[in-house]
């Protein structure tokens, strides 16, 4: 009979392992889930797999992809990692992207091509701002991060939808809920000619190696885990959990805000209701696949750009439905909760289960009664 016994220490290589096995799971869910809809298996797990590494173009989407989860996804491994819960990630990209937006739509045909900083910048204050509203509940009212981040998501996407459909719809767009297309000197400049990946994935990767300094080289990283995950801890050592809580979010807030801008100024070009994609969301499980650490982050996030790049090619060469795609997000996120289990705990097999030691001794009396009588 198969049993979990508690291992004496949390075992590091399983924490390794564990999305190594989520990942196995996911794929051979994602066979059986092929086969029942009638898809040769193989050719269905090519499409996201393979298909997304033929040729410069398909890599270049794969980074296109990449890059806002990954930048959402630093930002949330520094919130968890101080034990602070922002769920609500998509709304500070929705704002990022609103700021990006306002600051893009006031450039003209004659602005330096310089504008493309100050448009940056605002996307990141625009993420700040919608995280500190967040930060300011949870300081002063003791508000759930986790309802307040997650409400202000319906939030930023109706202040979206007011725009788009309001004063700032495109007058010559024949009534179509979208601002006017930026002009070329608000765009982000691209890497290579005739591919859509720009510098945005650049920064991505810097980012990476400046998180991973400030988490694990950097004492206000150590002060900023500490004051999260033990407050009373952090107080006696002389650091404030509340500057831990403010630090986590406005960083968490400000890399979606700059995601958002990415988005916004490079692949989409202009403002429209459809800039919410869902990539605060996949963050999340962007951030835990990648185990909190800014270098998992990175791998973790070109998997998941495979997850939207396949499920867009299932849906165009095999007729399946988009929504494949959240099916095997899903199918990660559960797999990994799972495996995570084995960190901290070992499988055992027992063949027999011993008698009570109660029942042994019963027996043993009864049988030497037998053998006197």
Not at 296 to 323: C, D, H, N, T, W
């Amino acid at each position: 009979m198969l049993r979990l016994e508690a291992r004496p220490a949390p075992s590091r290589a399983m924490s390794l392992l564990s999305p190594v096995i989520a990942l196995a799971v996911t794929v051979l869910a994602g066979i059986v889930l092929f086969a029942l809809l009638g898809k040769d298996p193989s050719r269905g797990l090519a499409m996201f797999f393979v298909e997304p590494f033929r040729g410069a173009y398909a890599v270049s989407e794969l980074c296109v992809k990449a890059t806002p989860l990954m930048l959402i996804g630093l930002g949330l491994a520094v919130c968890y990692r101080a034990n602070v819960w922002n769920i609500g990630a998509e709304g500070q990209f929705v704002l990022g992207a609103i700021a990006a937006a306002g600051v893009a739509m006031h450039a003209s045909a004659d602005s330096s091509r310089w504008i493309v900083l100050p448009i940056l910048l605002a996307g990141v204050l625009g993420g700040m701002a919608w995280a500190a509203i967040v930060a300011f509940l949870r300081d002063k009212a003791n508000a759930s991060e986790i309802l307040v981040s997650l409400m202000l998501v319906y939030v930023a996407n109706q202040l979206l939808n007011y725009l788009v459909y309001g004063d700032w719809k495109d007058p010559a767009g024949y009534n179509f809920p979208q601002t006017i297309t930026f002009l070329d000197p608000t765009k982000i400049p691209r890497l290579f000619d005739g591919l859509r990946v720009n510098i945005g994935f650049v920064a991505a990767l810097v980012s990476v190696a400046t998180f991973w300094l400030f988490l694990f080289r950097v004492y206000g990283g150590f002060q900023m885990q500490v004051g999260g995950l033990a407050a009373a801890a952090a107080r006696y050592a002389g650091f404030s959990s509340r500057r831990a809580l403010w630090v986590a979010l406005l960083i968490s807030g400000g890399m979606a805000g700059l995601a958002g801008a990415f988005e916004v100024a490079g692949p989409i070009g202009q403002l429209t209701p459809y800039v919410p994609a869902g990539y605060g969301f996949a963050a999340i499980i962007v951030a835990y696949v990648g185990r909190l650490n800014p270098v998992g982050v990175l791998f973790s996030s070109l998997l998941m750009s495979l997850f939207y790049i396949g499920g867009e090619l299932a849906q165009s060469r095999l007729g399946l439905p988009k929504s494949l795609t959240g099916v095997f997000q899903g199918v990660l996120l559960f797999s990994l909760l799972a495996s995570d289990t084995l960190i901290n705990y070992r499988v055992r097999w027992d063949a027999a289960h011993p008698a009570h030691p109660s029942l042994a001794a019963g027996n043993s009396k009864d049988s030497a009664k037998s053998s006197a009588a």
